[in-house]
């Protein structure tokens, strides 16, 4: 079973409310949005750190902070060590902010739209992606298409713990969306229209457990403190 949170970071981008949001850490997300240097960048770090907090807090049955602990993957893949049954996967760009929870390994990216450069594209999309990308009749088609593959393909990496270390050229998105070559398949969400995000998990047979929605936690976190 997969469970998906969102929050509008730019909603903390208010100095009470996010210090506010700051009393709610643990010890190493806190440090983690300190060491961010733009009011933007913090206030998503920090919504990452509430995500997980309003998620655990519920799990526990407890509205008091919690203090997690972390451990790594070799690529730096986060896992939660006092919760071996639960997986996540957080991310965040432009003014979202986003987490996945499930019991299998999980990878989730959020992209907001923003201008590329033709090298990028070519250093994304596969021979076959790029061929479709090359037939799209309109920049908004094109721009849709490339989105949707760099947010799957970012997913995907985020599921097997190698990030930006993976060969984006050597995986390839179906048309259908569904499918990530090899082995995995992912479900595309969006958040607004010019936000895309997308959930990969590997291919186990049968139905992967993805929502139909993705749970909206904005007002809710900005409730604090507590969260309940």
Known sequence: MIKIYMVRADAFWQQDLFLQGCRQLDCERLAKVNACRSVEDKARSLCCGLLLQYVLRRYEGTCERLEIRYSYGKYGKPYLKDYP?????????????????????????????????????????????????????????????????????????????????????????????RQIVPGAVCREYRCGDACYMNVCVWEMGGDPGFPENVVDVTERLCTLPGMC
């Open 85 to 177: 049954a639960l997986h996540i996967g957080l991310s965040h760009s432009g003014a979202f902010a986003v987490l996945a929870v499930s019991d299998e390994e999980v990878g989730i990216d959020v992209q907001m739209v923003r201008p590329l450069r033709d090298g990028v594209i070519r250093r994304t999309l596969s021979r076959t992606e790029y061929k479709r990308y090359e037939q799209m009749p309109t920049p908004q088609e094109k721009q849709d298409w490339f989105f949707r593959c760099w947010c799957a393909k970012e997913s995907y990496a985020k599921l097997t713990g190698k990030g930006l270390l993976g060969e984006f050229r050597a995986i390839t998105l179906t048309a259908g969306g």
